[in-house]
């Protein structure tokens, strides 16, 4: 009786003491995620697995709050968030990070990967680790490598079968030097432009065109202001789920592994997911209205002998080492 209650308000003292000394307790927090895609994305139900894992692996004391559409700013403004310590996350395609770093233009190639089995062993291997890992330079943790996709090129003027179709047209691209010389290399005339403002350029006809996997394509209702995509695969964009490494640096270890192990976690399945959304996209923008073109061996190879020069023209600027580096390891991969 009573020395058991004497016994018992011990271990509460004691509980308490270590609550309060030298960190023991962690805290609650919050973090915080932006993305430039809607709910509708298979990247946002990434988040969502993310935000499942973070919030039951914690049992609730980190709360995961996630913004879409652009509602924090575009990809490069969120960047600039992570690196100021102002957010926690974002998940931003491989291109505007050549930003801050133009060795990631690599990632940009045209025609760089050949499958997606083989960018997720080269993105997920040595190679892409030092990658995430160089990021930290930049003030920016690199979680994992995820998924945006194979790049299809849609337009309101022409059904595009050939690079000659290209010619002329207004493509709205991302904010990078690869995709932007690619497309003039093709005879077009591209703009960079935050993807928050896309939609609304194609409806006002400031833009013919854009690039982007059929998910968005589709998810994004672009085929109400397109009428043709073709689906020509001329960039695999990854996306990097990342941190900001200010706030990392603050969190306690187990945190830290939490995170990190969620968004790797979460990335396996976002891949899924889009890989799986993706199979219904090309049936769901022709039902919408649109005119998808499927193209053959010869006009998709017409696409790459067009644009081959491209990987020489950046080579000094990502650096030999690096385009060799990656190369090495696609053909390593595609062998088996
Ligand atoms: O959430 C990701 C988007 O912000 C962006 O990276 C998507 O591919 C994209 C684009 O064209 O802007």
């Not at 609730?60 to 310590?85: P, W």
């Not at 996997?213 to 990854?238: G, R």
């Not at 899924?272 to 769901?284: G, V, Y």
Request: hydrophobic share 35%; charged share 25%.
């Amino acid at each position: 009786g009573k020395l058991m209650g004497v016994l018992l308000a011990g271990m509460v003292a004691v509980s308490l003491l270590a609550g309060c000394g030298g960190g023991a307790a962690p805290e609650k927090r919050t973090i915080k995620v932006g993305i430039g895609l809607n709910e509708q994305s298979p990247q946002y139900k990434g988040l969502e697995k993310f935000k499942e894992i973070v919030e039951r692996d914690s049992k609730g004391r980190i709360e995961v709050q996630l913004f879409a559409s652009s509602q924090l700013g575009d990809d490069t403004k969120m960047m600039t968030a992570l690196r100021a310590g102002t957010l926690e996350m974002t998940c931003p395609s491989t291109a505007p990070i050549s930003g801050l770093d133009k060795k990631w233009m690599v990632f940009d190639l045209p025609f760089l990967f050949p499958n997606e089995e083989v960018a997720d062993k080269v993105l997920d291997g040595p190679v892409g680790q030092k990658y995430l890992d160089s990021l930290s330079t930049q003030g920016i943790k690199g979680i994992a490598f995820w998924e945006n996709g194979y790049r299809q090129l849609t337009n309101s003027k022409v059904n595009v079968k050939t690079p000659a179709d290209v010619k002329g047209l207004k493509i709205r691209t991302m904010e990078n030097p690869v995709h932007l010389a690619t497309f003039r290399t093709l005879g077009a005339n591209p703009t960079p432009m935050p993807l928050g403002e896309l939609f609304t350029s194609m409806q006002q006809h400031i833009v013919d065109g854009q690039e982007n996997p059929l998910t968005t394509i589709y998810l994004q209702k672009y085929y109400e202001v397109q009428k043709y995509t073709s689906v020509t695969n001329h960039f695999y964009s990854p996306f990097v789920f990342m941190f900001s490494q200010k706030i990392w640096n603050t969190l306690p270890k187990e945190d830290q592994e939490l995170i990190a192990r969620a968004g790797k976690e979460a990335g396996i399945y976002q891949r899924k997911t889009n890989r799986e959304m993706m199979q219904e996209a090309s049936a769901s923008l022709e039902k919408a209205g649109m005119v998808v073109t499927r193209l053959t061996p010869e006009q998709a190879q017409a696409f790459v002998d067009a644009t081959k020069d491209i990987a020489g023209q950046f080579e000094a600027e990502i650096g030999k080492d690096n385009v060799q580096e990656v190369k090495a390891e696609i053909a390593k991969y595609s062998q088996k």
